[in-house]
């Protein structure tokens, strides 16, 4: 199906270890992005990129890796996941002025 | 660098009755400016844009919204709610001369629809 796609939807992990979060778009939208949703908050931007192998940071970007090989898959990476990544996380891709999100990742740090 | 408001964090509303959703914005540079909603446990969809044009923007569901340039505010309004709105709405920008569309948000505002 078109769209995108997130997987899993939930993920229940453990401090320090690594985990990926996956994020699959069919358009072939240049830019993808990734957001974190905290109470208060609203969405915080932690990494963009441009186009396959163009990354870069954003609002809070650090304890996250990204890579981007191919236009339409965009991981995720957790090094080393703390409480404090305890979140709901979000993809989204677009080009210049509308950006279409997945359904979100759940993940508990526990 | 940019910066959303949303100034009211729960907005409860009777069905029928008239909402309104308030939202100011900070920004050195212009900006694109948008209204999302988003329904229990799924993404974000968009309700409607702010690009040019005509400052009074209609979204989908129902939904307008104003742009106030002299205000720096956009904010959301709907004449008649139903159960069916009972989400959480946010409130985002985008610089208007950049590539791509990094979006900065508000804090989100959650609307309850009681019957």
């Known amino acids: 199906d078109a769209g995108i796609t997130q997987s899993p939807r939930y993920k229940i992990t453990e401090t320090g270890r690594q985990v990926t979060l996956m994020c699959h778009q069919t358009w072939s939208h240049s830019y993808m992005f990734w957001y974190r949703q905290d109470l208060g908050h609203g969405l915080r931007l932690i990494y963009y990129?441009?186009?396959?192998?163009?990354?870069d940071k954003g609002e809070v970007p650090d304890g996250y890796v990204v890579s981007r090989s191919k236009t339409e898959n965009f991981p995720l990476t957790l090094e080393s996941a703390t409480r404090s990544q305890t979140s709901v996380y979000f993809c989204a891709s677009g080009e210049n002025t509308e950006a279409f999100f997945g359904q979100g990742t759940r993940l508990t740090v526990v | 660098a940019q910066s959303v408001t949303q100034l009211d964090s729960q907005v409860p509303v009777f069905e029928e009755a008239p909402v309104e959703l308030r939202c100011n914005y900070s920004s050195s540079v212009s900006v694109y400016l948008f209204w999302y909603v988003q329904y229990p446990n799924q993404g974000l969809q968009l309700l409607l844009k702010?690009?040019?044009?005509?400052?009074l923007v209609k979204g989908i569901n129902g939904f307008e919204a104003e742009f106030n340039k002299s205000q720096t505010s956009f904010h959301l309004r709907k004449p008649s709610v139903h159960i069916s709105d009972t989400a959480e709405y946010f409130c985002?920008?985008?610089?208007?001369?950049?590539?791509?569309?990094?979006?900065?948000f508000g804090g989100g505002t959650r609307v309850l629809v009681k019957p």
């Open positions: 990129s441009a186009a396959a192998d163009i990354t």
């Open positions: 985002a920008v985008s610089e208007r001369r950049a590539a791509g569309n990094k979006l900065t």
């Open positions: 702010y690009l040019s044009g005509s400052t």
